[in-house]
C-alpha cells in the first residue's frame, strides 16, 4: 500500500488487478534486492543415510525484505525468471556458494560438494560455461565440488542444452537432475547427457508408505539410477520410515528435514565440524 504513493504507482494501480499491482510491486524491489543485501542463502546438509556422512550441501536462496520480511522462493524465483532477474542472481547466489565452500574450508570444515540451482534462463544467454569457470577461477574452489541441479524441462526446453553440459561438464562439476520424475524427460536425452546424479522428487517420498504407486516410482528411478551408474538422491525426506525404505532399496543419499532443514552455514559448522 505505502509503494502506491510513488513514481507512477498510483497510475498502474487503478488500470491493474490488485494482483498485477503485487507484482509489479515485487518485482520492482526484487531488481534491488542484490544491491540492498537482502538475498543470503541457507544450505541444507545432504547425508549418507546409513552412516549419516555429510556428503554435500544444497545452496536456497532466502529475501529477506524490510516490509515483506521472507518472501519464499517458490514466490519470487518465478518472477525473477520471467523478468529476466535470475541471470544476475543466479550468478550471485553461484558465486555465493562457492566462497562460502571455501570460508567452511578455512573455518575447519570440508564439506564435499555444493549443489547450485540453475534456471532455465540462465542457459538462454550462452555464457552459462563462461560464467561457471570465471567464479570457480576467482574462488579457488576445485570444479569437481560443484554441483548444478538442473531439471528436465531445462534440458527439453533449451535448444543447445546438450552444448552447455557438456561445456559445464569439461569444466569438471557434475550435474544432477533435480525433481527428477516430475518433468517430460526423455530417458535418450539421459543417455547422452554426461549427469551424475538423479534426485528423486519429494513428492514420490511423502507418501512412500501409504501410496503405492509413489513407491514404485522410487523404486524405478533407483534402479534406473543405477543401471546408467548414477548416484540416486532422495529430497523431502522428513522420517526415518522414509529413510530406511530408500536404504533397503538401494538409496543411500538423503535430504530433507529428518536431517537438518536449510541452515545458515555457521549452524552447518557448529553441527558438522569434526
Ligand atoms: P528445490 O530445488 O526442489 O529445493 C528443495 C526445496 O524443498 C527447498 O525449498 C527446501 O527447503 C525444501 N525441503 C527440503 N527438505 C524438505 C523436507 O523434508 N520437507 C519439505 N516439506 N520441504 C523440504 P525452498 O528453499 O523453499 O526452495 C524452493 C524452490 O525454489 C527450490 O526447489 C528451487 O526450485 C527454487 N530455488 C531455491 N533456491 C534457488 C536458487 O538459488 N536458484 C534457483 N534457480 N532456484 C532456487
Ligand atoms: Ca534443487
Ligand atoms: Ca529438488
Ligand atoms: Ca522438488
Not at 93 to 121: D, F
Not at 194 to 203: A, F, G, H
Not at 227 to 246: H, K, P, R
Request: glycine share 8%; proline share 4%; aromatic share 8%.
Amino acid at each position: 500500500a505505502k509503494a502506491r504513493g510513488r513514481n507512477g504507482y498510483r497510475f498502474y494501480a487503478m488500470s491493474m488487478t490488485g494482483e498485477g499491482v503485487e507484482r509489479l510491486r515485487l518485482e520492482t524491489w526484487l531488481r534491488r534486492s542484490l544491491e540492498k543485501n537482502e538475498m543470503f542463502l541457507n544450505y541444507q546438509p545432504q547425508v549418507e543415510i546409513d552412516t549419516g556422512r555429510l556428503i554435500g550441501v544444497e545452496a536456497l536462496v532466502r529475501w529477506n525484505h524490510p516490509e515483506l520480511g521472507l518472501v519464499p522462493p517458490a514466490r519470487f524465483i518465478p518472477l525473477a525468471e520471467d523478468s529476466g532477474f535470475i541471470s544476475q542472481l543466479g550468478e550471485w547466489v553461484l558465486a555465493q556458494a562457492c566462497r562460502q565452500m571455501v570460508l567452511w574450508q578455512e573455518a575447519g570444515l570440508v564439506v564435499p560438494k555444493i549443489a547450485v540451482n540453475l534456471s532455465v534462463r540462465q542457459f538462454e544467454r550462452g555464457t552459462i560455461v563462461f560464467t561457471v569457470g570465471d567464479i570457480l577461477r576467482r574462488t579457488g574452489l576445485e570444479p569437481h565440488r560443484l554441483q548444478l541441479e538442473v531439471t528436465e524441462s531445462l534440458i527439453m526446453n533449451t535448444g543447445d542444452a546438450l552444448q552447455y553440459i557438456n561445456g559445464l561438464h569439461a569444466l569438471g562439476v557434475s550435474l544432477a537432475i533435480d525433481d527428477f520424475g516430475t518433468g517430460y524427460s526423455s530417458l535418450a536425452y539421459l543417455k547422452q547427457m554426461p549427469v551424475q546424479t538423479l534426485k528423486i522428487d519429494r513428492s514420490f517420498i511423502k507418501d512412500i508408505h501409504a501410496d503405492a504407486n509413489d513407491e514404485a516410482i522410487a523404486i524405478a528411478i533407483i534402479q534406473l539410477g543405477k543401471s546408467m551408474n548414477l548416484a540416486v538422491i532422495a529430497e523431502g525426506v522428513e522420517t526415518d520410515e522414509q529413510a530406511a525404505f530408500l536404504l533397503r532399496h538401494g538409496c543411500n543419499q538423503a535430504q530433507g528435514y529428518f536431517y537438518s532443514r536449510p541452515v545458515m552455514p555457521d549452524d552447518l559448522l557448529q553441527r558438522w565440524r569434526p
